[in-house]
């Protein structure tokens, strides 16, 4: 029942209006190279959602216990508990955002009905932190309850979304290791600055040419899989993806710019008799 009710989440298509709409705002706000990268969690090597939604969760979570155990002796605690949670509710859900504005279609739905539950349910814990300062703690406890149980849901959602959709998950992670040096081209395919894809082992590998130097990475992009053969050079030694429009250095796959939050594979490439030979880079 719960699968069949992600799914008509995902193919409500009359939110699409409203999810184009806020994914463009996000964008704006998240341009800025800094921004991006410190939401996105390239610093961390993963995504920086996922772990700050442990503290709200937590937080709101031990608010309810507290109520259900201790009552009003514990009213206090409970109550700097659920602060607690709206405070780190603030940076997650900034996380949350700039991770979303890159999806679309099913994965959008479901994630804009995944934050306008948690928004209602910080709402919630506002209304029971206020209602709890002015005494009133049975009403409290019943707004965190029912905020608790929105969380949940948006909870369930969001797992939905990283481990039965894959959003947020390194799409290069199960890629084979070749370790031996693999003809894949002729020289001559490859033209000054634009990438070349080639296949070596079954994986796909993007080879640039840039200033007489060669580098090779992983086609992949460890984001949400766009192919990087078909970026562009952004900057010196770097390589942006089309889709998403992260940024990775050709020298070692570090990512420049997110969202990517993951190094790209790199490879080993050199020329011999006019053919091209790539091999993995031992991790």
Known sequence: MLQQLVRRIEGLHQLDGAC?????????????????????????????HPVLTDLPIGAW???????????PVGA??????????????????????????????PEQRAGFVHAVCNATATVLQACSWATRRRGRHATGMALSGAGLGLTLAAAYL????????????????FQESVGDWTDVAAVTDLGDGRPLRVTAGGVPVVIVRDNDSLSALSATCTHAGGPLDEGTLDGEGCLRCPWHGSVFRLADGSVVRGPASVAAPRWEVRADDGRLFVRSVPV
Do not use: E, Q
Request: aromatic letters at 6%.
């Open 20 to 48: 184009h709409a806020t994914a463009a705002w996000v964008a704006r706000a998240t341009r800025p190279r800094a921004v991006k990268n410190a939401l996105s969690g390239n610093w961390l090597g993963h995504p920086l």
């Open 61 to 71: 979570t031990m608010a309810t216990l507290v109520d259900v155990t201790c009552g």
């Open 76 to 105: 206090t605690a409970a109550r700097r508990l659920v602060g607690a949670g709206l405070i780190a509710a603030l940076p997650t859900a900034a996380a949350g955002a700039s991770d979303w504005s890159d999806s679309y279609g």
């Open 158 to 173: 969001g797992g939905h979304l990283s481990f039965v959709r894959g959003v947020g998950v390194n799409h290069a992670a």
